[in-house]
């Protein structure tokens, strides 16, 4: 059974930063994407960032510039950078991982992340 955990969710001052943390207990990083999700309350999930296996990292654009992805294969984790935080990046964060060629996904239970003055 794969599991992804996350991390690093907390309360935050607007301007501050967080790391978000995604381990997986599979091997199986180096052939999949993975990215992050956030939903915010009343709202639907949404795409925040997302990993190919090829290297190639794509952000909503409310994100870029603030936030950054980036994975270790050999640790099966990755990771989302949120830097200059804003009260609308208030959210739980998921984290998912989709096997590149394969209809298995996963999802991680997610993370709330707080910002507030």
């Known amino acids: 059974q794969v599991q992804l955990v996350e991390s690093g969710g907390g309360l935050v001052q607007p301007g501050g930063s967080l790391r978000l943390s995604c381990a997986a207990s599979?091997?199986?990083?180096?052939?999949?994407?993975v990215g992050w999700y956030r939903q915010a309350p009343g709202k639907e999930r949404e795409l925040v960032a997302v990993?190919?296996?090829?290297?190639?990292?794509n952000y909503i654009d409310s994100v870029k510039g603030r936030f950054t992805i980036s994975r270790d294969n050999a640790k099966n984790t990755v990771y989302l950078q949120m830097n200059s935080l804003e009260p609308e990046d208030t959210a739980v964060y998921y984290c998912?991982?989709?096997?590149?060629?394969?209809?298995?996904?996963?999802w991680g239970q997610g993370t709330q992340v707080t910002v507030s003055s």
């Open positions: 990993s190919t296996r090829g290297g190639n990292s």
């Open positions: 599979g091997s199986f990083f180096s052939i999949a994407t």
């Open positions: 998912n991982a989709k096997i590149d060629f394969s209809s298995s996904t996963y």
